[in-house]
C-alpha cells in the first residue's frame, strides 16, 4: 500500500514529527511504502473560492498544491498530520484540506484509507473534541476508512512526547495495516 503523510507542523523536529516517524516505521514494517509530504515547507495559497476548478479540474493558483494533488489521486492512504492549535488543526494543513476542492470528486472516488496523528500539550479529555470531529465529517464526506486517530494529549514538547505511549501507538497502527 502507498501512504502519502501530510506532515503539518511548523516545528519539523517537534512531537508531531515523532509521531510521524513512528507511525513510518511500522507501517515500513508492515511493507509499505510511505510518503512525507511536509507541506509547511511548500507554497500552498489558500482557496480563494473562485471555483474556477468547476470542483474538479485545474485550480487558477499555481502553487505546490498540484504536488499534493498528484499524490494523493495516486495513493491508498492518507495520514493527517497536525499539532492541535486551538482546539483545531494547522493553518498550514486547514489550507490543503481546502483545496481538495479542485479535486473532490476524483480523490472522493479513491475511496481511500486514513488515519489523524495529533499532538498536543493539554491533557484535559475534552483537548481533541472539535479535530477529532472535523476529522471523522472529512473521512465521512471524501467517503475514507478510518483507520485509526493517534491523539498524543500531554506532548508539549519533544522530551515529553518520546516519553509517553503515543510515539508507540503511532508504530503500533502504521504497522497493523
Not at 507511525?23 to 509499505?32: D, I, M, N, W, Y
Not at 481533541?128 to 485509526?148: C, N, P
Request: glycine share 8%; with cysteine; hydrophobic share 40%.
Amino acid at each position: 500500500m502507498k501512504i502519502v503523510i501530510l506532515f503539518a507542523s511548523p516545528n519539523s523536529n517537534g512531537s508531531t514529527s515523532i509521531l510521524v516517524n513512528s507511525f513510518k516505521s511500522g507501517a515500513q514494517e508492515s511493507g509499505h511504502s510511505v510518503e512525507i509530504i511536509d507541506v509547511c515547507r511548500l507554497k500552498i495559497s489558500p482557496c480563494t473560492g473562485c471555483v474556477a476548478c468547476g470542483y474538479e479540474g485545474e485550480c487558477v493558483q499555481h502553487d505546490d498544491n498540484g504536488k499534493i494533488r498528484n499524490s494523493l489521486l495516486s495513493c491508498d492512504m492518507v495520514v493527517f498530520a497536525t499539532p492541535l492549535y486551538y482546539y483545531g488543526m494547522s493553518a498550514q494543513l486547514k489550507a490543503v484540506i481546502d483545496r481538495f476542492c479542485a479535486y473532490n470528486s476524483s480523490l472522493n472516488r479513491r475511496h481511500l484509507k486514513s488515519a489523524l496523528l495529533a499532538v498536543a500539550w493539554n491533557t484535559a479529555d475534552w483537548t481533541f473534541e472539535a479535530l477529532s470531529v472535523h476529522y471523522k465529517t472529512l473521512v465521512r464526506y471524501i467517503g475514507l476508512e478510518d483507520m485509526g486517530m493517534v491523539l498524543g494529549f500531554g506532548c508539549g514538547t519533544p522530551s515529553m512526547t518520546r516519553s509517553g505511549k503515543y510515539p508507540k501507538a503511532a508504530y503500533d497502527l502504521g504497522r497493523s495495516l
